[in-house]
């Protein structure tokens, strides 16, 4: 690789950009029931996962040797397998079992980030059909330590309005948080393209809704606004943000605005368990407000954010 291409990727930043740790080389990772060397951890090319990105995931944080929010991330995952009649097998505390198994084998409890996967599981033939996944669920946990990097923190990220939108909710719900992400994975390519780190993507009627991975929020003359909700990934840190703006007596709206109240907004962030709250520097090249790096709401909302993760994962591990 020459130096120019490097010098391309070290300016490039995604939300979930994490320091570089070395002992992620050797992790162990769950695959049903087993905790096995990273470089052993194996799926078959049946499973349906990897054939039809028929599965749901979520990600999660430990702090302490808790999850944030663990309720929360299983009330959607178990909600997403429900709809599309995917048996996990077993309740969440058999869940929670697993990934305490995994994070133990690990020897990890903070600054570490999951990735809990489950797919309809291994299938007899190479179709569609979900009957021939008869094998029962395949479930994989990745847990890697994991710092966000600080780079984002004072440059903030470079979000482009990509062609890709979120659709409604009768094709493939935006509140699916399916192993299927093409249509993020479209947005995010189209913003690389653009010459930015992550895509800003409509709704289907052209009001800003959500970023490619992350929830998108702006801030307007003391006001924090987030789209309605309803083309876009249910996400939990972006519910927590909008709850602590209620507790906290600083007005909150889910509403449609447009790209024009985006680029003149003070500030834009964006919410996700991995990056928490992600300051946006600019949107197609125009700088939003006028601080370098977060500005003062969405500072506010992180130490707010901070302290209700270390109310919800406190106590002996
Ligand atoms: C498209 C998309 N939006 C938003 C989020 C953030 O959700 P959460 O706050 O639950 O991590 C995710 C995370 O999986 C996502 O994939």
């Known amino acids: 690789m020459n130096e120019t291409s490097v010098d391309a990727i070290e300016d490039s930043l995604t939300t979930h950009e994490a320091e570089f740790d070395a002992r992620n ?25 990897f054939m039809l990105g028929d599965g749901m995931w979520e990600g999660m944080r430990l702090y302490n040797g808790h999850w944030a929010f663990f309720d929360d991330h299983m009330d959607r995952l178990f909600d997403s397998c429900r709809a599309i009649d995917l048996d996990i097998g077993m309740d969440r505390s058999g869940i929670l079992d697993a990934l305490t198994r995994t994070a133990c084998a690990n020897s990890m409890v903070e600054n570490v980030h999951c990735r809990l996967m489950i797919t309809r599981g291994t299938k007899d033939k190479p179709f569609q059909h979900p009957a021939l996944s008869r094998s029962g669920p395949t479930i994989v946990i990745i847990m890697e330590h994991s710092k966000p990097s600080n780079a984002l923190q004072s440059k903030g990220i470079r979000l482009a309005t990509v062609p890709q939108v979120r659709g409604l909710p009768m094709s493939q719900d935006a509140k699916f948080n399916s192993h299927s992400k093409l249509n993020c994975v479209i947005a995010c390519l189209q913003a690389e393209q653009a010459g930015a780190d992550e895509g800003l993507m409509l709704d289907c009627h052209g009001f800003v809704n959500t970023t490619n991975a992350c929830n998108f929020f702006i801030v307007r003359k003391g006001e924090v606004w987030t789209s309605t909700g309803d083309y876009c990934m249910n996400g939990v840190t972006r519910q927590k943000i909008i709850d602590l703006c209620k507790e906290n007596n600083i007005p909150v709206y889910e509403r449609n605005f447009s790209l024009v ?57």
Do not use: C, W
């Not at 080389?25 to 996962?49: C, F, H």
């Not at 500005?295 to 406190?314: D, I, W």
């Open 25 to 49: 080389r050797d992790i162990k990772i769950y695959v049903n029931g087993d905790i096995v060397p990273r470089d052993q951890a194996k799926v078959s090319v049946y499973d349906s996962g």
């Open 261 to 317: 109240d985006a680029y003149a907004a003070d500030e834009a962030f964006l919410t996700g368990t991995f990056g928490a709250q992600t300051p946006v520097g600019e949107i197609d090249g125009k700088k939003i407000g006028n601080h370098d790096a977060a500005g003062p709401m969405t500072t506010r909302l992180q130490t707010l954010y901070r302290e209700l993760v270390k109310q919800n994962t406190r106590g002996s591990v």
